[in-house]
């Protein structure tokens, strides 16, 4: 779905309220709504019926057809409001999945480029904390509030009708005050409820910039200066969470007690207005009275109102936020942060790539292919050519647009004149996002580190290659230079890595990435400093897997350190964002004069 490109010019428009209910989740706020008015209906006539019983107790008459019209009603009044909570919360917790799906995948199309502008902590933050807020506001909350707030309009119709419209009428003029008291309320509140939402993911995000870099905060002795700054953010949101649910206590309490008070009041002195005047007897002045309990039904939902619907209401202009960003050919993005580069095979297999297909004659085409960042136009024109099997090395100052040049070739960022091609997948100024999914399938990429997710090394393997047998792991492990050193682990490719395994050391991880770029089996090769972050005899091994793993495929690579490009059958070299020279590289037989300007 996504273009991330430096063009905001080519734009399209995106929904800006993009809709976040299902059709599964409306058909639960429909049910649990008629539950609630039902609830709200029986709990009425529970009321009237128990008056009138009360009635004929004093009144010295048989209380029993009232009493078990009261308890029925009270019985469907309990089983409804169940039913409707049961719905409610049912539909809540698969809401809560669906959404994360559809954040998580959002973010997944719009990839690196749309990444790169978040900071890691707000993103988890949104996805664990925000999406049960939004699902809980929106399934628990919206229509049984909404339910709420009509019960007493329906209650009052049913004493008007059953018992007297005069007091009925009169009620129904004092309770139109509580929308207003709600109204007024939430502009209060509404500002400290969503500076408590951001102060919360503001400290999620610093928390995970902190354990992500702890060994710079180490180094830098910027560790205690850290750890003072998390403590006292931690204790600004302390203070903002209390005082949001200090606005909610004292928002309870007045209307608990005086509005309560005030309702009650109103319903007494008309009942018994009407009692001596004789237009009703004890049992519907008593009546009256009980039923203006119901009339507060709105009221319980008010509490509620300031912590699940505001905190729910902040967190969905977030997810609505995320969703409509970036869509189709969307706004701009200021592309990958080269840490953040994943290793990753990009996608699945591309069309072009399909065993047995023939290739296109050129695996890597550009022409005249310019790139921007923001307004900067950092790549000027390049006319560049990598033939199937051939392997070029690019070399250059720093800031001379190297990476951007790689980024062009992931797909992750649009040309914004010219083209470019990788193994026949075109990508122009303007494209969309199934052109851009093609180019990333039509290359593995290797970049500086390497993201091993927690679980086994096998299942770290199957991200490129879900069917994988276990022989084609070990045959890739082998290409990647890496199979002696899995046989020699006690648990082979059972091995448990990531955050809660053993580990693999930075030059071990990176042969990983090479076995899963054998396993996506991609007609080209992006190395994008492969080699930048292990010591000299991990470098040895990587150099020795990306030899083995190349055969057969264009490769381009880019690194600052020689031994990385010893391989290269041509070395090009960008200075101020242009190809300014071409080298014959190191290898035998190499391409010399095959392309590049
Ligand atoms: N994601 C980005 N967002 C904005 N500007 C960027 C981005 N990536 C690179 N640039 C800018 O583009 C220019 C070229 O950077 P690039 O990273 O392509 O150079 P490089 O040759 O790879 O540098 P180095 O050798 O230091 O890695 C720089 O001015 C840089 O600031």
């Known amino acids: 779905m996504s273009a991330p490109t430096a063009h905001p010019s080519r734009t399209r428009p995106s929904p800006s309220r993009p809709p976040l209910a299902t059709p599964s989740s409306r058909r639960a706020n429909l049910i649990s709504f008629s539950l609630t008015v039902l609830a709200s209906l029986a709990q009425g006539w529970s009321l009237i019926s128990a008056g009138r019983a009360l009635g004929a107790l004093i009144e010295g008459g ?140 503001r400290l999620s995000a610093e928390y995970l910039d902190a354990i992500q870099g702890l060994t710079t905060l180490t180094l830098a002795r910027a560790a205690r200066r850290t750890h003072e700054r998390l403590r006292e953010a931690g204790e600004g949101n302390r203070r903002a969470v209390m005082r949001l649910l200090a606005g909610n206590q004292l928002v309870i309490l007045v209307t608990d007690s005086l509005f309560s008070l005030f309702l009650i009041s109103v319903a007494a002195v008309s009942a018994v207005a009407r009692l001596g005047s004789g237009a009703i007897g004890v049992g519907d002045a008593l009546a009256i009275v009980l039923t203006s309990f119901v009339l507060l039904e709105p009221l319980d939902h008010v509490g509620a109102f300031f912590y699940v619907g505001m905190g729910g209401l902040a967190n969905q202009r977030v997810i609505r936020r995320i969703l409509s960003s970036s869509g189709p050919g969307g706004a701009a993005a200021r592309g990958p942060s080269k840490a953040a580069g994943a290793p990753e095979p990009a996608g699945p297999p591309g069309p072009s790539e399909a065993p047995g297909e023939v290739g296109p004659s050129r695996a890597i085409r550009l022409r005249g292919a310019s790139a921007t960042w923001g307004r900067a136009e950092v790549l000027h024109g390049i006319d560049l050519e990598v033939e199937p099997g051939e392997h070029v090395a690019v070399v250059g100052p720093s800031g001379s647009g190297k990476s951007t040049l790689m980024a062009l070739l992931k797909g992750d960022l649009l040309p914004s ?54 022989d084609e792991l070990w045959e890739a492990l082998a290409t990647a230079n890496l199979a002696q050193e899995v046989r020699a682990m006690p648990q082979g490719l059972q091995t448990l890595v990531g955050e809660r395994g053993l580990g693999l050391s930075g030059g071990q991880a990176q042969r990983v990435s090479l076995a899963r770029a054998v396993l996506a089996d991609r007609p080209v090769l992006l190395l994008d400093e492969p080699t930048s972050q292990v010591d000299l005899a991990g470098e040895a091994a990587i150099i020795e897997a990306i030899e083995r793993v190349s055969a057969g495929r264009a490769v381009m690579t880019v690194s600052h350190r020689a031994g990385a490009l010893t391989g290269a059958d041509r070395v090009i070299t960008v200075e101020g964002g242009r190809l300014i020279a071409t080298e014959p590289g190191a290898r035998p037989g190499n391409g010399a004069g095959r392309g590049g300007r």
Not at 67 to 82: K, R
Not at 423 to 442: F, H, I, K, T
Not at 444 to 456: I, P
């Open 417 to 470: 004149a010219g083209a470019v091609e990788v193994n026949g997948e075109a990508l122009a100024p303007g494209s969309g996002a199934a052109e851009q999914e093609r180019v990333r399938a039509a290359s593995a990429l290797v970049a500086q580190s390497t993201w091993l997710f927690s679980g086994t090394i096998a299942s770290n393997l199957r991200l490129a290659a879900p069917l994988a047998s276990e």
């Open 62 to 201: 048989a209380p029993g057809e009232h009493l078990a019209s009261a308890l029925a009603a009270g019985a469907v009044s309990a089983l409804a409001a169940a039913g409707a909570r049961a719905v409610s919360l049912g539909s809540a917790a698969r809401e809560e999945a669906a959404l994360r799906r559809r954040v998580l995948s959002h973010l997944m199309r719009l990839g690196p480029a749309r990444a790169a502008q978040q900071r890691t902590g707000s993103t988890v933050s949104v996805l664990a904390d925000g999406a049960e807020r939004v699902s809980l506001y929106r399934q628990t909350f919206l229509a049984p509030t909404i339910a709420a707030g009509l019960a007493p309009a329906l209650v009052l119709a049913e004493l008007g009708i059953a018992v007297d419209p005069v007091p009925s009428a009169v009620l129904a003029l004092a309770v139109v005050g509580v929308p207003a008291l709600i109204i007024g309320f939430h502009k209060t509140l509404r500002s400290s409820s969503s500076g408590s939402r951001r102060s919360r993911a």
